[in-house]
């Protein structure tokens, strides 16, 4: 089983940056891929970024890739998510979540993912 705690609740006006981290606990880190995941209210639970377990792959939807900076430090359990260049429409609650999966084709979509985080909010102010 495996605990994660999104942090980085934020508002911040369109053009601005934010930094979102989770932490995982529960089992070993490294043995999951993570992914940072958004959804807006009355829209799907969208993909917004993955990492393998090792980090040395990422990869991005078109919305965001660019802008948008998912890493992973295995010695802390953490997986952090850099936005810049913020757009009032990536206004969404934030989840990260975590997966047993090795292929980036599965991790890319949320039944790819086994555990998941609680959310945090993001704002972006036009």
């Known amino acids: 089983q495996v605990q994660l705690v999104e942090s980085g609740v934020g508002l911040v006006q369109a053009g601005g940056s934010l930094r979102l981290s989770c932490v995982a606990s529960g089992d070993t880190f490294s043995n999951y891929a993570m992914g940072w995941f958004r959804q807006a209210p009355g829209k799907e639970r969208e993909f917004v970024g993955a990492?393998?377990?090792?980090?040395?792959?990422?990869r991005y939807p078109d919305s965001v890739e660019g802008r948008f900076t998912i890493s992973r430090d295995n010695a802390k359990n953490t997986v952090a998510l850099q936005m810049n260049s913020l757009k009032p429409e990536d206004t969404a609650v934030y989840y990260c979540?975590?997966?047993?999966?090795?292929?980036?084709?599965?991790?890319?979509?949320?039944?790819?993912?086994?555990?998941w985080g609680q959310g945090t909010q993001v704002t972006v102010s036009s």
């Open positions: 990492v393998t377990r090792g980090g040395a792959s990422t």
């Open positions: 979540a975590a997966s047993r999966s090795s292929f980036m084709s599965t991790i890319m979509a949320t039944t790819g993912y086994n555990y």
